[in-house]
């Protein structure tokens, strides 16, 4: 059985090679659970700097690059809670809000 350590690099470099394949970015580093870091003591792999950090879960690696969307899900929240609700007409000619009027032929 491969160890913990040997089992994370072939992962990482998985990782690395599809994010080379699907992103046009080049990694900024590769972020570890600080446990992990501690545990394997990598500083950098192929160049690109390993860094420790909170939010990755351990056994987990992430890749950080400027095209990442780790970490969205807080500014998509900031966005949804809009001041003023967006009104949708259903079809043309309903009246955007109540007591508008219409352009629709009864």
């Known amino acids: 059985m ?10 990482v470099r998985r990782g690395l090679d599809h994010h ?8 900024r580093a590769i972020l570890l659970n600080p446990g992990n870091y501690e545990l394997f003591g990598w500083d950098e792999l192929w160049g690109v700097p390993v860094l420790p950090d909170d939010r990755v879960a351990p056994k987990r ?7 990442s969307a780790f970490g ?6 900031d966005e949804i809670r809009a001041t003023e609700p967006l009104v949708v007409p259903a079809y043309p ?12 032929v009864a």
């Open 20 to 27: 080379s394949s699907t992103c046009p970015l080049a990694p």
């Open 61 to 67: 690696f992430r890749i950080d690059c400027d095209g």
């Open 2 to 11: 491969a160890s913990l350590e040997a089992e994370m690099l072939a992962h």
């Open 72 to 77: 969205i899900e807080a500014e998509v929240a």
């Open 93 to 104: 000619g309903l009246p955007m809000r109540p007591g508008e009027p219409s352009d629709r």
